[in-house]
């Protein structure tokens, strides 16, 4: 069945450190993908998407990398900071019409000052 | 981005009894609602598809007669949770789409809503 998996649960940096959480997905036929940022308590916030005619996308301080050989999604952080400690959660979506999202197991990050 | 707002943000029922929880998107219209449901720890997991108008479309595994879903309008979906038992206990969110010019929005989430079945 489909599934979306990460690599590893857990992630600490150090403050201005890049971060990088990765992804693996398993469903060919996915061809949208989106990372989400959850805070303790919270509804998952958006940071940005990629369509898989593309293999990479930029936002502010973000970097999406799409690798479709080998079914994999990353999410980059530049200059990583107190605020971005979360849980991450990669999602997917085959676009069949019916705009499900799978969610992935999720990463939590912690930033340390 | 478009907000969607929940309804209670936190709620304590007894064990035995039924909650109902408002997902509403306060600047668009949604023609679709999503529900999951969060353990701690675990991912988002989705219970059933909203549309406006029409039945929920529940995913496998879940009781449809226990989780009643109830999108009357497009800006409003309620889920009720009837009968409430304790392994109820969970983290509830919405996220709510539409189609504007042949085009999806992407989906907003809410800031979902505790329950807890004592």
């Known amino acids: 069945g489909e599934s979306v998996g990460l690599h590893l649960p857990t992630l600490s940096v150090q403050e201005g450190d890049n971060s990088i959480i990765n992804c693996a997905y398993s469903?060919?036929?996915?061809?949208?993908f989106i990372w989400y940022k959850q805070e303790s308590g919270k509804g998952p916030q958006f940071i940005i998407d990629?369509?898989?005619?593309?293999d990479k996308r930029q936002g502010q301080r973000v970097t999406v990398l799409l690798n479709k050989t080998v079914k994999h999604l990353s999410l980059q952080i530049a200059a990583t900071q107190p605020g971005d400690s979360a849980v991450y959660f990669c999602a997917e979506n085959d676009q069949g019409g019916s705009e499900k999202l799978v969610f992935g197991k999720g990463t939590k990050l912690t930033v340390n000052p | 981005g478009a907000v969607v707002s929940q309804h209670p943000s936190w709620v304590i029922c007894k064990s035995g009894t039924s909650v109902k929880i408002e997902c509403r998107s306060l600047d668009f219209q949604a023609t679709t609602m999503f529900w999951y449901r969060q353990f701690p720890k675990q991912s988002l997991m989705l219970m059933a598809t909203s549309n406006e108008g029409s039945k929920a479309t529940y995913e496998q595994g879940v009781e449809k007669d226990k989780f009643l879903i109830n999108h009357a309008s497009l800006t409003l979906s309620t889920l009720t949770v009837t009968s409430a038992h304790p392994e109820d206990s969970s983290f509830y969110i919405c996220?709510?789409?539409?189609?504007?010019?042949?085009?999806?929005?992407?989906?907003?989430f809410g800031p979902g809503t505790r329950l807890t079945v004592t």
């Open positions: 469903n060919s036929a996915s061809d949208y």
């Open positions: 996220s709510a789409t539409g189609l504007a010019g042949g085009l999806w929005y992407e989906q907003y």
């Open positions: 990629i369509r898989s005619n593309m």
